[in-house]
């Protein structure tokens, strides 16, 4: 069984490869587009929506320490992703990311590799969020993309970011990267909706960025991806195909280089709900505006609360900048 194995710690050398091979003969996709062709069409999307959602909802901090118990995920019923989407085709957002594993080490789908997910007989929800997104996302015309949190070395030891059956604590980084790349390639499998994913943590230390690359075309033709550095000084320099920024843009430099990149903002205080009010729209609209005047995609996060839900007066900002957007006022 593939997660008594990889409780055990023994992990197949070329596991993460095999899979990849196994993505790439099911998809039956030959055809393959220039990196340019992907940066530059992930640029014409310009607004998306970033939506922290996971265990660290449920124990009211950004990030979750050690092991907590998969029937803390409980929003009281089904969520409504169909909302979300609403929401974001209301601000006129052309894609969204959704944090599918976090910092918890909590999964939103059923991954065959953990027990520690929405499946997990002690979690209520049972259900594949990850599912309900892509689809209430999609059939909306809106393109989906997957945040995937890798466990970097600068974690301190209370935060496992990995499930239990790769407890950093019991397993080499070797066997974590290893059991990292299995799962995306299984989340690529699941979903071959997602175009993007989204990598938190994932730098040098853990991977060169040609053996990352190499491992993400490998994946399957037409997907893009970003690293989010760890290190603050060094957030925004190139790395996979999308360069990232957390609440600060770009800046001379970035426009100057042509490189991709995206400015990722928090709509409320937090990336995970607080309770706190959202900005103004008119705010929004200027920081949108900057970002994709710096060469860069504005993603905006909005966190659902306990029940899943954006709060109402996050959603009327929403809807509020949709309409600016439309009809940008006249310039004096």
Same mark, same amino acid.
Request: charged share 25%; net charge neutral; hydrophobic share 40%.
């Given at each position: ?16 490869? +095999? ?133 970097? =070395? ?13 407890? =950093? ?8 990267? *290893? ?6 390639? +299984? ?17 040098? *230390? ?7 690359? +190499? ?42 280089s042509k490189i991709t990149g995206e400015t990722c903002w928090c709509l409320e205080n937090s990336w995970f709900n607080d309770g706190s009010g959202p900005k103004t729209a008119a705010d929004i609209v200027k920081q949108l505006q900057t970002a994709n005047g710096h060469n860069a ?14 709060? *109402?007066n996050s959603v009327k900002v929403l809807a509020e900048i949709g309409r600016i957007i439309q009809d940008p006022p006249a310039v004096k």
């Amino acid at each position: 069984m593939v997660i008594a194995a990889i409780s055990a710690g023994v992990f197949s050398a070329n596991g993460a490869e +095999e899979q990849v091979n196994r993505v790439r003969e099911q998809t039956g996709i030959t055809a393959t587009r220039s990196v340019k062709e992907l940066q530059e069409d992930f640029l014409k999307l310009k607004f998306g929506m970033f939506i922290h959602f996971n265990l660290e909802t449920f124990k009211g901090v950004q990030w979750v320490a050690g092991y907590h118990s998969p029937a803390d995920f409980a929003p009281g019923g089904k969520i409504d992703t169909d909302a979300w989407a609403d929401a974001a085709k209301s601000a006129g957002m052309k894609y969204a990311v959704l944090t599918v594993k976090h910092v918890s080490g909590f999964c939103l789908w059923d991954s065959k590799y953990t027990t520690y997910d929405v499946m997990n007989p002690d979690c209520p929800y049972k259900q594949d969020l990850v599912a309900q997104f892509v689809k209430s996302f999609t059939s909306r015309g809106l393109k989906v993309g997957l945040y995937y949190c890798w466990r970097h =070395p600068g974690f301190g030891a209370e935060y496992k970011v990995l499930p239990p059956e790769c407890d =950093p604590a019991k397993h080499t980084m070797a066997e974590q990267i *290893d059991f990292q790349k299995k799962q995306i390639t +299984e989340l690529v499998e699941k979903y071959p909706e997602a175009f993007y994913i989204w990598n938190d943590g994932l730098d040098p *230390d853990i991977m060169p960025a040609e053996q990352a690359t +190499e491992f993400i075309r490998g994946l399957r033709p037409g997907l893009i991806a970003s690293g989010n550095w760890w290190d603050w000084g060094k957030k925004g320099m190139p790395y996979l195909d999308v360069a990232v920024t957390e609440t600060k843009h770009f800046g001379q430099r970035h426009l100057d280089s042509k490189i991709t990149g995206e400015t990722c903002w928090c709509l409320e205080n937090s990336w995970f709900n607080d309770g706190s009010g959202p900005k103004t729209a008119a705010d929004i609209v200027k920081q949108l505006q900057t970002a994709n005047g710096h060469n860069a995609n504005f993603l905006l996060n909005v966190g659902p609360d306990k029940r899943g839900r954006f709060q *109402d007066n996050s959603v009327k900002v929403l809807a509020e900048i949709g309409r600016i957007i439309q009809d940008p006022p006249a310039v004096k």
